[in-house]
Every structure is written in structure tokens, then in C-alpha cells.
T-cell receptor, first 112, second 111 residues
Framework: DSGVTQTPKHLITATGQRVTLRCSPR?????VYWYQQSLDQGLQFLIQ???????AKGNILERFSAQQFPDLHSELNLSSLELGDSALYFC???????????FGQGTRLTVV | GESVGLHLPTLSVQEGDNSIINCAYS??????FIWYKQESGKGPQFIID?????DKRQGQRVTVLLNKTVKHLSLQIAATQPGDSAVYFC??????????FGGGTRLMVKP
């Protein structure tokens, strides 16, 4: 158990809908990262927050947004969903710059 | 495009043999590297890391080698076991605490 909790584990929704994925980082970790992993693909960095503020942005679509709350949990909002958005979405957290990021078990999103 | 790694090649090894998984990176400004293991249906799991001021680091049955001259990273697993079967990703940290992952290598261990 990495200490990073993601909910829900599975999500099935229709095209055009909006969903929210939730991540609770490890206790004390200030950084939260979101990644997307499509079938048999690598991990694509979406966005990072550090102590409530956006720190870095990757290949995140305009239909997607995220935020980190004062209690350090984070939410990834995906809207106007398309079939191609079906993927595993991972959250990771880390304490400082030069330390490893710990990953949650992911949310498997299926858009039908 | 991605600056690290290859597009999910597969490495098949015999149980008990040593495994070597390779990763190329392109950004010379990267100063921190990590290897992750991802089993089916699970999140990536940290294996070992190395900073750019080092060229070798050893863990339990694993060794990471960093060659900054050719921008190459490798993970060596000694006495590979069936439980080592997974996809292995290398990752680099360039700036802003962002990890960039390679495409991953699938390791299959034959009993």
C-alpha cells in the first residue's frame, strides 16, 4: 500500500458526461501529480500541484481540469468525455523535489 | 513527444537469469531518475532512484546504472524471479518536479 488513495476504482460513463476523480496523497506529501495511461501505453503526465498551487502542466486537454484543496487532496475533472478518454488515471504524491513519487492504484475510466 | 524510453518492448528471460532493462533519455538537464515497476491492474511501484551526480546505485537484487555521456539508464535485476514479471518504466525529473516517463518495457520471466 503506497498510502495514496484514489476513488473511485472504476467508473463507467457515457460520452459527453463529466466525471470527477479524487486523490488523497500520502500523509505529509505536498505534491500531487496526475497521469493518464491508455491501453498498453506509457504514463502521460497531465498536471502537478504543490501545496494548493499548480506547479507544472503536461499534455492536459482543455476539457480536463484539476485542483488541490487546503487539506491537500486533489480532484481531476474530466468533461465532455469522449471514447478516447477511456484510460487509467493515476495520482501520485511526493514530499520534496528529489524524492520518489508514490502512486495510487488508479481509477479506470470507461467511456461508452 | 516523450523524451524518455522506448515504446513497450518485451524482454523474456529465464528464471534465475539476470535481466537488463534499458532506457534512453534526451534531456541533459534531467538530474534525477527513477525506475518503477507496474504489475497488471496496479499503480507503478518505486524500485530504485539515482541522482545525476552518481553513475551507479544498488538496491536489493537491483542495480541502476546511469551514463550521462550517452543519456542512458539501465536497470539490472539479479536472479530474476516470476514475481518480477511486470512492465518497467524509467522516469526522469527535468524541472518543476515533473516526472516524465518512458514507454515501458514488459519483462516476462519463464519458469
Amino acid at each position: 500500500d503506497s498510502g495514496v488513495t484514489q476513488t473511485p476504482k472504476h467508473l463507467i460513463t457515457a460520452t459527453g458526461q463529466r466525471v470527477t476523480l479524487r486523490c488523497s496523497p500520502r500523509s505529509g506529501d505536498l505534491s500531487v501529480y496526475w497521469y493518464q495511461q491508455s491501453l498498453d501505453q506509457g504514463l502521460q503526465f497531465l498536471i502537478q500541484y504543490y501545496n494548493g498551487e499548480e506547479r507544472a502542466k503536461g499534455n492536459i486537454l482543455e476539457r480536463f481540469s484539476a485542483q488541490q484543496f487546503p487539506d491537500l487532496h486533489s480532484e481531476l475533472n474530466l468533461s465532455s468525455l469522449e471514447l478516447g478518454d477511456s484510460a487509467l488515471y493515476f495520482c501520485a504524491s511526493s514530499a520534496e523535489r528529489d524524492t520518489e513519487a508514490f502512486f495510487g492504484q488508479g481509477t479506470r475510466l470507461t467511456v461508452v | 513527444g516523450e523524451s524518455v524510453g522506448l515504446h513497450l518492448p518485451t524482454l523474456s528471460v529465464q528464471e534465475g537469469d539476470n535481466s537488463i532493462i534499458n532506457c534512453a533519455y534526451s534531456n541533459s538537464a534531467s538530474d534525477y531518475f527513477i525506475w518503477y515497476k507496474q504489475e497488471s491492474g496496479k499503480g507503478p511501484q518505486f524500485i530504485i532512484d539515482i541522482r545525476s551526480n552518481m553513475d551507479k546505485r544498488q538496491g536489493q537484487r537491483v542495480t541502476v546504472l546511469l551514463n550521462k555521456t550517452v543519456k542512458h539508464l539501465s536497470l539490472q535485476i539479479a536472479a530474476t524471479q516470476p514475481g518480477d514479471s511486470a512492465v518497467y518504466f524509467c522516469a526522469e525529473r527535468i524541472s518543476g518536479n515533473m516526472l516524465t516517463f518512458g514507454g515501458g518495457t514488459r519483462l516476462m520471466v519463464k519458469p
